[in-house]
């Protein structure tokens, strides 16, 4: 790719990747203190709401990539790799590894949740819990209406949209800015990571979010096709839309019993053990067919 002519240098276009980053989590985290007031029997003011949150990740993760591309880009659009679906193998892999996941993340979301600052930071961690909540409590709303077609509504808007837009602004758009720019893959996988999980500020499920995002980077960067973490993205968040539409609450965790059944270290780690074989298992299929490491040679 060093013959390939852009309109700006690597390096350019990663100061403005990560300048943007830094701006939209500034007036995210600049956010009002208290928690959404919705009039939670007005159906048609939660649709609003839910057509609010498309556009507002559009706007916030897609459009500005895509602009990006066209602007800054030789490829233009084709900077995005979504044009070829990846093949059956690597759907399988990502679909087994949500369920491998499933007790990591829910037991390093208790340990996560139960962290306190030292005393002398007490003021952060207050600031820190009232951003929790007011996630919580926004989150809530959107299972108000525990209806099948609510669900349905859910699983576009948080499944799949969440998944779509903010796999093509972190995988697609920062962590191959990161590698084009000759970071070392790894560092740029959890890098990333790092970065996915901060934006959401929910410091309390910073871990386990922040692993998923890694296992998301890695399925990324082993296949070089951005189908493959934005299926695994948005069966993630599938899952919790449809037990919530299950069970009624949102919060329902059966592996925790709703946090009440601690996750054994045995299990955590079996987990994590299963999801690095299975992400082994997928670079060596992908290495037999000739699939380069996207982003090495840039």
Partial sequence: MNSIQHRAPLWAQLFI???????????????????????????N?????????????????????LFFSSVMRAEKLAFLPLKK????????????????????????????????????????????????????????VFFVNNTLGNMFINLFVIAFMAGLSEE???????????????MNKHIAVWLTAILFSAIHLQFFGFIPRMLLGA???????????????????????GFAVIMAYLTG???SDPLTKNGEQPISLT?????????????????????K???PIPNEVV
């Fill in 17 to 43: 990747a990560v300048f943007y980053f830094t701006l939209i989590t500034a007036a995210s985290s600049m956010g009002g203190n208290a928690s959404p007031n919705f009039d939670l029997t007005n159906s």
């Fill in 45 to 65: 003011l939660l649709l609003i709401l839910k057509i609010g949150q498309v556009v507002l990740v559009t706007i916030t993760f897609i459009v500005p990539v």
């Fill in 85 to 140: 679906l990846p093949n059956w193998k690597a759907i399988l892999v990502a679909l087994t590894i949500c369920l491998f996941a499933l007790p990591l993340v829910s037991g390093t979301a208790q340990w996560n949740a139960s962290l306190h600052l030292p005393s002398f930071m007490s003021g952060i961690e207050s600031w820190m819990r009232v951003k929790e909540n007011i996630a919580s409590e926004t989150i809530k």
């Fill in 168 to 182: 093509i602004f972190f995988r697609g758009f920062l962590q191959r800015l990161f590698i084009e720019n000759k």
């Fill in 215 to 237: 296992v998301l980077g890695y399925l990324y960067l082993f296949t070089n096709n951005l189908w493959v973490p934005i299926i695994a993205h948005t069966v993630n968040n």
């Fill in 249 to 251: 609450n949102m919060e």
């Fill in 267 to 287: 299990l955590i780690i079996s987990s994590a053990a299963l999801i690095v074989i299975q992400l082994v298992f997928l670079h060596r299929i992908q290495t």
């Fill in 289 to 291: 067919k000739n699939t």
